[in-house]
């Protein structure tokens, strides 16, 4: 299939990765359907997918709510004429110690992260059978492999993702046009930190090293002309996987020592619910505005990776001394 030809449909699409992405597919003649909470912010990438040279349409939806996506699937599918590929992009964060932060919040991580992207998938699948094709790419995360301290609702939407795409990709055996497509990036620099929610106590912002979201969104057009079960995007994350083999808990329990020494020199910062409960006013755009001219590349990630690799080395090391 020529890219000028597909008709995609990108959930989450008002910022980050999720915009990058529908401009990326833009650029490559595609016609589109974006959805999101959040009107403004649809409107804005879908003016910069149209002026990337794609044709591309805003509906707003709330993906939680699994009527409406089942609604706006069908109503994309009028638009379009058929859906090639569906990306499931729609994603929060909260970021403090398990117990200070509510459980309400907790709940609303998993409803977020993990049962948006079951509504996309259930709204989308009958479709691809009935045509006999289409591809489902399903946004997770490193953090589906490594679990992440401060974020434990976080992890758990993330180790759920992973284990329903498996399942999912299993049932789905006997029709080779129909493909599911998982992805899992390391830190990348978007708008997530500034709309996510916070009990730390301290300024979050995007760590040295963080991908672009544009090198993710390359990675996703990729898929629709090679889909592949699994994409990993970031040095160390062939080396967290091997971690979590090798060593459980070990880089888990590296992340909880350095968050903990992070949270007690970061700047100081009231607690918020962030984005949760109600979409951003205004546009959010690609990137987070943080990153520096220094932070360019992957060299914080790389540097993570070779310690990790050690630490790994010196583990086995000691197995096999002992």
């Not at 990765?17 to 909470?37: D, H, N, S």
């Not at 638009?79 to 590929?85: K, N, P, V």
């Not at 953090?143 to 759920?160: H, I, L």
């Not at 990729?222 to 990993?232: E, I, M, Y």
């Given at each position: 299939?020529?890219?000028?030809?597909?008709?995609v449909v990108?959930?989450?699409?008002?910022?980050?990765?999720?915009?990058?992405?529908?401009?990326?597919?833009?650029?490559?003649?595609?016609?589109?359907?974006?959805?999101?909470?959040?009107?403004?912010?649809?409107?804005?990438?879908?003016?910069?997918?149209?002026?990337?040279?794609?044709?591309?349409?805003?509906?707003?939806?709330?993906?939680?709510?699994?009527?409406?996506?089942?609604?706006?699937?069908?109503?994309?599918?009028?638009?379009?004429?058929?859906?090639?590929?569906?990306?499931?992009?729609?994603?929060?964060?909260?970021?403090?110690?398990?117990?200070?932060?509510?459980?309400?919040?907790?709940?609303?991580?998993?409803?977020?992260?993990?049962?948006?992207?079951?509504?996309?998938?259930?709204?989308?699948?009958?479709i691809f059978?009935?045509?006999?094709?289409?591809?489902?790419?399903?946004?997770?995360?490193?953090?589906?492999?490594?679990?992440?301290?401060?974020?434990?609702?976080?992890?758990?939407?993330?180790?759920?993702?992973?284990?329903?795409?498996?399942?999912?990709?299993?049932?789905?055996?006997?029709?080779?046009?129909?493909?599911?497509?998982?992805?899992?990036?390391?830190?990348?620099?978007?708008?997530?930190?500034?709309?996510?929610?916070?009990?730390?106590?301290?300024?979050?912002?995007?760590?040295?090293?963080?991908?672009?979201?544009?090198?993710?969104?390359?990675?996703?057009?990729?898929?629709?002309?090679?889909?592949?079960?699994?994409?990993?995007?970031?040095?160390?994350?062939?080396?967290?996987?091997?971690?979590?083999?090798?060593?459980?808990?070990?880089?888990?329990?590296?992340?909880?020592?350095?968050?903990?020494?992070?949270?007690?020199?970061?700047?100081?910062?009231?607690?918020?619910?962030?984005?949760?409960?109600?979409?951003?006013?205004?546009?959010?755009?690609?990137?987070?505005?943080?990153?520096?001219?220094?932070?360019?590349?992957?060299?914080?990630?790389?540097v993570g990776?070779?310690?990790?690799?050690?630490?790994?080395?010196?583990?086995?090391?000691?197995?096999?001394?002992?």
């Amino acid at each position: 299939m020529k890219l000028s030809d597909i008709r995609v449909v990108i959930m989450g699409a008002s910022s980050g990765i999720g915009a990058a992405t529908a401009i990326a597919f833009a650029r490559e003649g595609a016609r589109l359907v974006l959805g999101a909470r959040g009107k403004e912010g649809l409107e804005d990438i879908a003016a910069r997918c149209r002026q990337a040279g794609g044709q591309a349409e805003a509906l707003v939806v709330d993906a939680t709510d699994a009527d409406a996506v089942e609604a706006f699937a069908r109503k994309a599918r009028a638009i379009l004429g058929r859906i090639d590929l569906w990306y499931s992009n729609v994603g929060a964060g909260v970021v403090g110690k398990y117990a200070d932060v509510p459980m309400r919040d907790h709940r609303r991580i998993i409803e977020t992260n993990l049962l948006t992207h079951m509504n996309d998938a259930h709204a989308v699948m009958p479709i691809f059978l009935e045509q006999d094709h289409g591809i489902w790419i399903n946004m997770i995360s490193a953090g589906g492999f490594v679990a992440s301290p401060y974020a434990a609702a976080y992890a758990a939407s993330k180790y759920g993702l992973r284990g329903f795409s498996e399942a999912l990709r299993a049932e789905l055996g006997k029709r080779p046009h129909i493909h599911v497509c998982d992805v899992y990036p390391t830190f990348v620099d978007t708008p997530g930190m500034r709309h996510a929610a916070n009990y730390t106590g301290a300024k979050l912002s995007v760590p040295p090293g963080a991908l672009r979201p544009e090198q993710v969104a390359a990675a996703i057009v990729d898929l629709a002309r090679h889909p592949r079960d699994s994409t990993a995007l970031g040095a160390p994350v062939f080396l967290q996987r091997l971690a979590n083999i090798a060593a459980p808990n070990l880089l888990a329990s590296g992340m909880n020592r350095f968050l903990d020494a992070w949270a007690k020199r970061a700047d100081p910062a009231p607690d918020t619910r962030g984005v949760l409960y109600e979409p951003q006013r205004g546009a959010s755009g690609v990137h987070s505005g943080q990153r520096r001219p220094e932070q360019s590349g992957n060299k914080a990630l790389v540097v993570g990776a070779v310690a990790l690799a050690a630490a790994i080395g010196v583990r086995f090391w000691r197995r096999r001394s002992g």
